[in-house]
């Protein structure tokens, strides 16, 4: 083996020795260069120049009504972005001086953007006005970790009119930040959260390099924005129109819809809210007022209102009774109440009905009547039936949100109260009052069932080929259905709905006066109707509630007739 002392290796020694000291050396002299000979020059540039990775916002999708109206469309927006690499805490009182921003929230918004990589810019004040923009960059040099950018914002030209409908978009959670990867408002209720995925399409990409005044010296780029679709749905404009005026000062809703496919042509809850104010940031005291105004406006009673849906449960009753084979043909004595032991219930015409069938129990809404039916079908088969067509179960309507009812039974009042099921109970049962509870847009699903001959039916907005909302073909005889629309039709020739006889078309459907919780008597009731046309070949369907309207003859009747008459002078709006 080689020694040290090797000629050999002491060349190799020396030889690396050299290498490195040489390497060390180039690179010392390199870092000289750069630092000290051209040290100014660097720093000027990196003082003069600023890189930026700044979204592309795409444009959420349009959503337009089946009458051709843009009711969710957009509008430009100018936004205060701030860049992060550029921004020093030591400046947030000075730039929230300048912004009129608090600092505290200023503070909290930067935080808000903590999951987006540092080099994205984010929105510190947004949609700001023509006059801020203007003072904005008359002093923009001061400020060069703030600039201004252009987006397309959210806007609902017809304001609260579709509001529980298109529903609004926001800010996203932190949970949905994570998950986008990218800051863009998102759906929060409504059509827009039901389809946010097809709206909001994705955003692009583009670099800039600004100088120190902020003014932009290169652009390119990276990523185009993939804009949302566009969707349309089923509503008519006009016949919105209509529902809003016909309640005017009532709380309550009105649903039209296809009995056969479920597209819903109007759908208005009120009291409603602008959901353009959520299309920006705004302050929590002004959601607080939103969320505690009176009448809860953000309340869409259509699928989350639960209400005793009183003389329309009578409808249900009967076709318990007539699958468990008693005849249409079977007659109850009415002098105005009905005594079951020391108890004494009341029909609600106090001078009786005298004798009635079943054809004449559902026309005149006879309590007494059904009193007597109720407690001779029992309430084990009203529930079997009741549970069986849908009723107390949710629709599967396309906006999120939607409650279920409550159809009572012995054993869910046992386990909720600790009491047993008594006579009195399914009496209560047998006229919609008592536990039972309903959403207007079950009673809009039902109606439709008996008008399309025994299907349950997807109510939706949604207008889609490639869409499939479900229906389902109910085990109901075809006899029971026709008895039942028969007496639906007797409603309107001859009993609590006769006022929808004047129509040119061909009405039928029940009336409702439902006790509120407080017990009381005229306007404390609700108003219900729920009806459909044409008779022979039914193709709408018009539920109505009103709250506190009195009986249904106050309110909800002449509502419908509204309704109706609208449909048939504009059948082509329907097409």
């Not at 006769?498 to 009405?507: E, R, T």
């Not at 729920?530 to 709250?547: L, M, N, R």
């Amino acid at each position: 083996m080689f020694g040290e002392n090797n000629p050999i290796v002491r060349f190799r020694i020396l030889f690396f020795s050299v290498v490195v000291v040489s390497v060390f050396v180039i690179l010392f002299l390199r870092y000289w260069y750069l630092q000290v000979f051209k040290g100014e020059f660097y720093y000027r540039a990196s003082i003069e120049n600023s890189l930026r990775v700044v979204s592309i916002i795409a444009k959420r999708g349009e959503i337009t009504a089946l009458s051709g109206e843009k009711i969710a469309t957009y509008k430009p927006a100018f936004n205060i972005m701030l860049d992060r690499n550029r921004f020093s805490y030591r400046r947030i009182r000075d730039i929230a001086r300048f912004l009129s921003i608090k600092p505290d929230d200023l503070k909290n918004r930067i935080k808000r953007y903590s999951s987006i990589p540092r080099y994205t810019p984010v929105p510190i004040k947004e949609n700001v006005s023509l006059d801020f923009l203007a003072y904005f960059e008359a002093r923009k040099a001061d400020y060069p970790e703030l600039f201004v950018e252009i987006e397309p914002l959210r806007y609902y030209p017809y304001r609260g009119l579709f509001a529980h409908i298109v529903g609004f978009i926001g800010e996203p959670t932190l949970k949905e930040l994570k998950r986008l990867k990218e800051y863009t408002f998102v759906g929060k209720s409504g059509i827009e959260k039901e389809y946010d995925e097809i709206l909001r399409g994705r955003n692009g990409i583009k670099r800039l390099i600004v100088d120190s005044g902020n003014r932009k010296k290169e652009e390119k780029i990276i990523k185009e924005p993939v804009d949302g679709k566009n969707i349309t749905l089923s509503v008519i404009v006009p016949l919105q129109k209509l529902a809003r005026s016909l309640l005017g000062k009532y709380k309550g809703c009105i649903i039209v819809n296809n009995v056969k496919t479920g597209e819903i042509y109007a759908l208005y809850s009120n009291p409603v809210f602008d959901p353009n104010i959520f299309s920006s940031r705004f302050e929590r005291k002004k959601w607080k007022e939103v969320r505690n105004a009176k009448g809860n406006p953000l309340l869409n009673r259509a699928i989350r209102g639960r209400y005793s849906p009183g003389s329309i449960f009578k409808v249900v009753v009967a076709i318990s009774a007539l699958e468990k084979g008693v005849s249409p043909e079977t007659t109850f004595f009415c002098p105005g109440y009905f005594r079951y032991g020391n108890l004494e219930f009341k029909c609600w015409f106090k001078p009786g009905h005298g004798r009635l069938n079943m054809y004449g129990g559902i026309a005149h809404s006879c309590n007494v009547y059904f009193y007597n039916l109720g407690l001779k079908v029992g309430v084990q088969q009203i529930d079997l039936i009741g549970e069986k067509i849908g009723f107390c179960e949710k629709t599967g309507i396309d906006i999120p949100g939607e409650k279920e009812g409550l159809l009572p039974t012995p054993e869910w009042k046992r386990l909720k109260t600790g009491n047993p099921w008594f006579p009195g109970d399914t009496i209560n049962l047998s006229i919609g009052q008592g536990y039972l509870l309903v959403t207007p847009i079950e009673v809009a699903r039902f109606t439709s069932f008996v008008a399309n001959g025994g299907t349950l039916i997807t109510p939706h907005f949604l207008i889609s080929p490639s869409f499939n909302f479900p229906s389902r073909k109910i085990d109901i005889k075809s006899t029971v259905l026709k008895d039942i629309r028969k007496a639906m039709r007797l409603v309107v020739t001859m009993g609590t709905g006769v006022k929808l006889s004047f129509l040119k078309i061909k009405v039928a459907g029940k009336t409702g006066t439902a006790q509120t919780i407080t017990g009381g008597e005229g306007k404390e009731n609700n108003s219900w109707f729920s009806g459909f046309a044409p008779y022979k070949d039914p193709e709408i369907c018009v539920t109505v509630i009103a709250e506190r309207g009195g009986h249904s003859t106050d309110l909800a009747v002449p509502i419908a007739y509204r309704i109706f008459k609208f449909y048939s002078e504009h059948r082509e709006l329907f097409k």
